[in-house]
């Protein structure tokens, strides 16, 4: 049984490596950029059959928008390749790394469910990419025996992370003992998951075979102003929050409903808060 993850360096990854258990480890294919090229078919092709792959977790992407056309080739690409390998080899288990963006936002805090309408904000190519990824992956798996799982992921923070430019200013005020900044009132609300939660995430799926989409989040809503007000009561400075004026706020909500995953047995761990905590000790090694 051996066991393939794309994207196995990344952020997401390089956690589930650290937890996965060793009747996957013991085979698990964890092949870098320079040894494996997802958007050749044929050398593709060459290592499912070298490596007898039964299962496929695929989180490898690019997710730079300002490279729009090298982002929607290479990340389309490569999954319509793993995803027609797969099913050609016999693979039993697809899971594919999806985005909350495939929802869009509202202006209410009703929870998304994964039966609700997906509506993708059409300037945000990274999530294009994923909604058109998922009706990819439904149309090649549907009434086959492979077994394929989407899970949506929410809003990942954590230590050491790239992405999220809101969590690292509000993480380097504190260790800088700098005043926070809020722009306008603070409104936009995500679903915040904390990286070990979404490792947890994965694992989970695989161990239990999930069939389907399901989505990963805490099924909590957190406002840019509760992180403000968080990262306030947790820092050494006692300056008042700096409140900035800005012409047109981001007030939309994005708030998954857990309650399909968390059926299957899985359930965050971590609060925003105490997450918040763990990247400012993380930091302070």
């Known amino acids: 049984m051996a066991l393939l993850i794309t994207g ?36 593709l092709s060459a290592f499912f059959e070298k490596n007898k792959v039964t299962k496929v977790m695929h989180l490898a992407a690019m997710i730079d928008n300002s490279a729009k056309r090298e982002l929607l080739l290479f990340n389309l690409t490569a999954l319509y390749n793993l995803a027609k390998l797969s099913l050609q080899y016999g693979v039993k288990q697809f899971i594919m790394a999806s985005t909350n963006n495939v929802y869009g936002g509202r202006d209410n805090m009703n929870p998304f469910r994964e039966d609700d309408k997906r509506n993708p904000y059409f300037g945000n190519d990274y999530g294009l990419t994923k909604y058109l990824g998922e009706l990819l992956v439904e149309d090649i798996f549907k009434g086959t025996e492979t077994k394929y799982t989407i899970l949506r992921i929410g809003d990942i923070y954590g230590p050491n992370q790239r992405a999220s430019a809101l969590i690292k200013g509000v993480v ?40 389907g989409i399901y989505n990963l989040g805490t099924g909590v809503g957190t406002s840019v102003r509760e992180i403000v007000s968080v990262a306030e009561s947790i820092s050494p400075c006692k300056e008042s929050t700096i409140h900035v004026k800005v012409e047109k706020e981001d007030t ?7 309650t399909n995953l968390k059926s299957t047995g899985y359930q965050s761990e971590v609060g925003f ?13």
């Open 8 to 43: 196995a360096a990344g952020y997401v990854g390089s956690h589930i490596l650290r937890i996965l258990p060793e009747e996957y480890r013991k085979d698990c294919l964890t092949p870098s950029i320079e040894e494996i090229d997802l958007s050749d078919y044929d050398s």
């Open 172 to 211: 380097s005020n504190i260790q800088n003992n700098s005043p926070q900044k809020l722009y306008g009132k603070g409104e936009r609300v995500r679903d915040y998951i904390y990286i070990d939660d979404v490792a947890r995430g994965f694992v989970h799926a695989l161990q239990n075979d999930l069939n």
């Open 252 to 258: 939309s909500k994005v708030v998954l409903d857990v």
């Open 273 to 285: 808060d105490e997450g918040l905590k763990r990247i400012i000790k993380e930091g302070s090694k």
